[in-house]
């Protein structure tokens, strides 16, 4: 695949970036495009690979390795070195229905089990994989395909996020007759509101949602099952109901203080700040301004490094992420992390370089654990307070963390955002119901035909497997829907 010799003669370049100091005056994309020439030599650096791992996708060591989508990236690498876009295109949505979101959004898991990664960077998939799609939609490439005929079912799905998106776009394909319910005032779920306006643009959801109601999905949003609209009248209504309400639970920090005003979920701060900003861009006021304050971000993921981008561009006084694991090597250590497993290493995040750049410093610190939290006297953070923490394991393997006496430190804080994930569903909908779920508290299906424990109810996504990526909603979207289409269309089961 791509050009012979192209992993020798071409060095990795991905998607070039803005200028940190420039960016975090704006909402603006931080990226910038890819030239076509780049792209090109990029997918002429795709291996002739015996056995290609990137496209297969697995859970492993407790991460993922290679597309959970099964994306045909050797294919598509080799027609964009070679000039055939359209075709690359085409290829790209074989697998995959919005290569428009995991080109921006993934954490590139095939990357990670890229074999060229063996020895040498890895092919910049991501980046080639958004420019292909891009280029779809700036030619008029992509256009809306209304299935030929309406096979007279309905189906209601709840939630619109990615999974949501996926199932609605394959039932609707396979002709089934779908509208999507989503509790908020727009579509998109996580990928409008759970991720900022300067990494994934709303115009990018709504341009898909656009295409998605020409080809006749209906969208009903400022929709809550459960309270605005009955979950039985849906069961009433439809034929089957696919439920994709995400793992919205926040996970919460049980320390002194907790409930000082100014310590906020971190969905809830970015949550805000894009409805503001897409409503007013911010001239409304409704939203958890970090402007002049001094801010602190627990979680070391991606979340947290939204809320260090979107503290940036508030203009904040001070920053530091608290990252509970020591700092991570450079490269990959091969005796405990080893190819194809997703790479555990140290990255500098789009958050953490434009901290940096203002700032002067990564504005991380590691290995901490919050003790408490400490107010003013009249209700506000004022402090946290810190102490350093390593890692063991007892007799049976079990992890706890060991504090190191001497390390305690107190750090000035005017707003603290939680960004440590969720632990599974909201329950309201799932006891009203009535869903068995999992020890987890995920809802319960199967993973074959994606049936929960009442009929023609299904569950996929986040909801179902727990918090995850979004290719893996796509994958649970792709899936669930197929056995959807099956049940619908009374097609017997098969092994």
Same mark, same amino acid.
């Given at each position: 695949m791509g050009k012979p010799t192209g992993f020798m003669e071409y060095e990795r370049r991905g998607r070039p970036e803005r200028d940190p100091k420039e960016r975090v005056k704006d909402w603006e994309d931080y990226t910038l495009p890819m030239p076509d020439v780049e792209a090109q030599r990029e997918g002429a650096r795709c291996m002739d690979c015996g056995v290609p791992?990137?496209?297969?996708?697995?859970?492993?060591?407790? +991460?993922?390795?290679?597309?959970?989508?099964?994306?045909?990236?050797? =294919?598509?690498?080799?027609? $964009?070195?070679?000039?055939?876009?359209?075709e690359a295109l085409m290829k790209a949505h074989?697998?995959?229905?919005?290569p428009e979101f995991t080109g921006i959004a993934c954490p590139a898991p095939c990357e990670g089990a890229c074999v060229l990664g063996l020895n040498e960077n890895p092919v910049a998939i991501r980046s080639v994989e958004r420019s292909i799609v891009e280029k779809g939609f700036a030619n008029g490439w992509i256009t809306a395909e209304p299935p030929e005929k309406r096979t007279g079912k309905k189906v209601a799905v709840v939630g619109s996020g990615p999974a949501g998106l996926t199932v609605a776009d394959q039932l609707n394909k396979a002709g089934h007759t779908v509208t999507v319910y989503e509790r908020d005032d727009r579509p998109g779920g996580l990928l409008t509101y759970g991720i900022p306006e300067m990494?994934?643009?709303?115009?990018?959801?709504?341009?898909? $949602?656009? @295409?998605?109601?020409?080809?006749? $999905?209906?969208?009903?949003?400022?929709?809550?099952?459960?309270?605005?609209?009955?979950? !039985?009248? @849906?069961? =009433?209504?439809?034929?089957?109901?696919?439920?994709?309400?995400?793992?919205?639970?926040?996970?919460?920090?049980?320390?002194?203080?907790?409930?000082?005003? +100014?310590?906020?979920?971190?969905?809830?701060?970015?949550?805000?700040?894009? !409805?503001? @900003?897409?409503?007013?861009?911010?001239?409304n006021g409704e939203y958890i301004s970090a402007e002049g304050k001094n801010?602190?971000?627990?979680?070391?993921?991606?979340?947290?490094?939204?809320?260090?981008?979107?503290?940036?561009?508030?203009?904040?006084?001070?920053l530091v992420q608290f990252d509970i694991y020591d700092k991570k090597p450079e490269n990959r250590d091969e005796a405990v992390n080893p190819w194809p497993q997703y790479p555990v290493i140290h990255r500098i995040e789009y958050g953490q370089k434009e901290a940096e750049a203002v700032f002067g410093d990564d504005p991380r610190a590691y290995a901490v654990q919050t003790k408490k939290f400490v107010g003013d006297g009249n209700g506000q953070i004022k402090e946290v307070h810190t102490i350093n923490v390593k890692l063991k394991f007892d007799e049976q393997g079990n992890k706890y963390r060991e504090e190191i006496p001497g390390t305690e430190k107190v750090w000035q804080a005017d707003l603290v955002l939680l960004a440590i994930g969720f632990t599974g569903p909201e329950q309201e909908l799932v006891e009203e119901m009535g869903l068995e779920t999992t020890r987890r508290t995920n809802v319960k299906a199967d993973l074959h035909t994606y049936l929960t424990n009442k009929e023609g109810v299904f569950a996929a996504g986040d909801m179902r497997r727990g918090q995850s990526l979004i290719v893996w909603a796509i994958n649970e979207g792709r899936a669930a829907a197929d056995a959807c289409d099956k049940y619908l269309m009374e097609v017997p089961e098969t092994v």
């Open positions: 791992t990137c496209h297969t996708g697995t859970e492993m060591a407790g +991460g993922t390795s290679g597309c959970p989508v099964y994306h045909y990236i050797p =294919e598509w690498n080799d027609l $964009v070195y070679r000039g055939q876009w359209k074989e697998q995959n229905n919005f990494k994934l643009s709303y115009e990018v959801v709504l341009r898909r $949602v656009k @295409l998605m109601e020409e080809e006749g $999905v209906r969208f009903v949003t400022n929709a809550n099952i459960g309270k605005d609209i009955p979950s !039985r009248q @849906l069961e =009433e209504e439809n034929d089957a109901v696919v439920l994709c309400g995400g793992a919205a639970n926040h996970r919460n920090i049980d320390v002194e203080g907790r409930n000082l005003e +100014g310590v906020h979920f971190a969905m809830d701060f970015l949550h805000a700040n894009t !409805r503001s @900003l897409l409503d007013s861009h911010h001239e801010v602190i971000v627990i979680g070391g993921g991606d979340t947290g490094t939204d809320c260090i981008a979107t503290s940036m561009r508030h203009d904040c006084k001070s």
